[in-house]
């Protein structure tokens, strides 16, 4: 059993940045990949990044290249990502996940990002 707790979302201005954090807990955290997607109003689920079990295996989808950074702390059991330069069309729930075996298998709550022009 694994929970994921999402935190750090927030209204900013375009060009503005954000870190959000993922905590979890029930598992051993540093065995597994970690990803971070989002989903905007009336559109579907979109990846945005992704980290295996040991840094620096990392991947991004292309438009947040140079932008956004995932990154995790295993000692924390927490995964952030770090987002800079934000577009309005940034805005929407940002979800983390985590992979336990072929697909991601659970999900947090999910936290609001708000960017405005």
């Known amino acids: 059993q694994v929970q994921l707790v999402e935190s750090g979302g927030g209204s900013v201005q375009a060009g503005g940045s954000l870190r959000l954090s993922c905590a979890a807990s029930?598992?051993?955290?540093?065995?597994?990949?970690m990803g971070w997607f989002r989903q905007a109003t009336g559109k579907g689920r979109e990846f945005v990044a992704a980290?295996?079990?040991?840094?620096?295996?990392?991947t991004y989808a292309d438009s947040m290249k140079g932008r956004f950074t995932i990154f995790r702390d295993n000692p924390r059991n927490t995964v952030y990502l770090q987002m800079n330069s934000l577009k309005p069309d940034d805005t929407a729930v940002y979800y983390c996940?985590?992979?336990?075996?072929?697909?991601?298998?659970?999900w947090g709550q999910g936290t609001q990002v708000t960017i405005s022009s």
């Open positions: 980290i295996g079990p040991s840094d620096p295996s990392t």
């Open positions: 996940t985590i992979q336990l075996g072929s697909d991601w298998d659970y």
């Open positions: 029930g598992r051993t955290f540093s065995l597994f990949p």
